[in-house]
T-cell receptor, first 112, second 114 residues
Framework: DTAVSQTPKYLVTQMGNDKSIKCEQN?????MYWYKQDSKKFLKIMFS???????INETVPNRFSPKSPDKAHLNLHINSLELGDSAVYFC???????????FGSGTRLTVV | GDSVTQMEGPVTLSEEAFLTINCTYT??????LFWYVQYPGEGLQLLLK?????DKGSNKGFEATYRKETTSFHLEKGSVQVSDSAVYFC?????????????FGKGTRLSVIA
């Protein structure tokens, strides 16, 4: 009955690899987000999708490519991983007609 | 643009002490305001929220009042416990809309010692 679930929880990979993080929400929300939390705990928005359409794309390297196959899923694919990509990535969702945001438990990505 | 400023941490308190974590914001229009908590090794949990001026959000003994005149949303708790040790984030939702991303402050780490 998890509301926003992300997989995997931990991901350790080598520089130059390509990896994906998956996110699913069962709340019926129409908007989903990816946030990056750096080592100092600062949270920064990366992408936002509303009903499968990209609405926000902050200054993120184009090695990062989000994909939303339907409004319940928002995946994040990262190409050519770099050391600086090491962070915790959070998925979140909300409903455009309401005020409430639900976060997943995060994916800790470590690039070695 | 919209922004949130919260007090720098870390904050270390003894059990049963009074807690205040300051938060001020800059926004156009009428944002909604939130406090989120992140326990060690876990994700973000909503602690409380307020959607209009003078609203008070409360949960688990924590309170915060939306003060439009001072653009503030300070978090308070009368008696902290060791289990309150976590990182606390103040956040706003611009324009009171559910499909704009939350803007977060930098977080304040709280450590409560027995």
């Amino acid at each position: 009955d998890t509301a926003v679930s992300q997989t995997p929880k931990y991901l350790v990979t080598q520089m130059g690899n390509d990896k994906s993080i998956k996110c699913e929400q069962n709340l019926g929300h129409d908007t989903m987000y990816w946030y990056k939390q750096d080592s100092k705990k600062f949270l920064k928005i990366m992408f936002s999708y509303n009903n499968k359409e990209l609405i926000i794309n902050e200054t993120v390297p184009n090695r990062f490519s989000p994909k939303s196959p339907d409004k319940a899923h928002l995946n994040l694919h990262i190409n050519s991983l770099e050391l600086g990509d090491s962070a915790v990535y959070f998925c979140a969702s909300s409903q455009s007609t309401g005020i409430g945001y639900t976060f997943g438990s995060g994916t800790r990505l470590t690039v070695v | 643009g919209d922004s949130v400023t919260q007090m720098e941490g870390p904050v270390t308190l003894s059990e049963e002490a009074f807690l205040t974590i300051n938060c001020t914001y800059t926004a156009t229009g009428y944002p909604s305001l939130f406090w989120y908590v992140q326990y060690p090794g876990e994700g973000l949990q909503l602690l409380l929220k307020a959607t209009k001026a003078d609203d008070k959000g409360s949960n688990k003994g924590f309170e915060a009042t939306y003060r439009k005149e001072t653009t503030s949303f300070h978090l308070e708790k009368g008696s902290v416990q060791v289990s309150d040790s976590a990182v606390y984030f103040c956040a706003l939702s611009p324009r009171n809309s559910g499909n704009t991303p939350l803007v977060f402050g930098k977080g304040t780490r709280l450590s409560v010692i027995a």
